[in-house]
């Protein structure tokens, strides 16, 4: 049985991808600030999945999810999920205010690489993989998308590099395109996004991902053959 770390997995696309993976036949560690949210995860989900709440942000939170991975015979995949969008409405960059700078960096940047730092040994004796999950607002330049879009162009940049220092390990940065979430509503309060499709028509795109082990680089959901996502 295959063993993967989610973060952010309580709701949206990490719970969405969580569940795939369960329904594939992995085991799933899961975190999250939302510790009720968790609970009915684990409800759902039965005993495949394994909650630990907690704020990414928190070193000793951190080590507890790796460490649930190791009891459950070793990690194989890594999803570095949980991402922070910043104030709402999104700011100008004139206007952001910069310790809305620091705290972003701080959950969609140093966090991922914390845990990448601490799950790498258990991923380089599996040949395991890292998924960072990314946006378009790392590649383009959307008004209002400026701070978040720095940090993930920072975590893009981290793996890239990542994929030339650990060649051992698959590297991927998957941008999963715009989705119907509490994370993307807020970037657009008041607004109506059921436009937007669900995090769940994404995730057969992921399991492709991980069945065909592409090289390390920059995905897009929107870009797999649609025949290899279903």
């Given at each position: ?103 972003l960096h701080e959950v969609n940047v140093v966090a991922p690489l914390?845990l990448i730092q601490l799950a790498l040994p258990q991923l380089r004796s599996r040949r395991g993989a890292i ?100």
């Open positions: 049985m295959r063993t993967a770390i989610i973060t952010g997995g309580s709701r949206g696309f990490g719970r969405a991808l969580a569940g795939a993976l369960v329904g594939e036949g992995w085991s799933v560690v899961v975190d999250g600030r939302d510790a009720t949210a968790l609970t009915a995860a684990q409800r759902e989900l039965g005993p495949s999945l394994h909650a630990v709440p907690g704020n990414v942000t928190d070193p000793s939170h951190r080590a507890a999810v790796v460490e649930a991975a190791h009891r459950l015979g070793g990690l194989d995949l890594l999803v570095n999920n949980a991402s922070a969008i910043g104030p709402s409405p999104l700011p100008r960059l004139a206007e952001v205010p910069l310790e809305a700078m620091g705290e914390a998924l960072n999950v990314t946006s378009d607002a790392a590649v383009e330049a959307y008004e209002g998308w400026g701070a978040y879009g720095t940090t993930k162009a920072a975590l893009e940049q981290l793996s890239n590099v990542l994929r030339v220092e650990e060649p051992s390990i698959r590297v991927w940065w998957f941008d999963p395109g715009d989705m119907r979430t509490e994370m993307h509503q807020a970037a657009y309060p008041g607004e109506d996004i059921s436009d937007r499709p669900l995090p769940a028509s994404v995730t057969p795109a992921v399991l492709w991902v991980l069945d065909a082990r592409p090289p390390s680089g920059r995905l897009r959901g929107d870009d797999l053959p649609l025949e290899q996502r279903s």
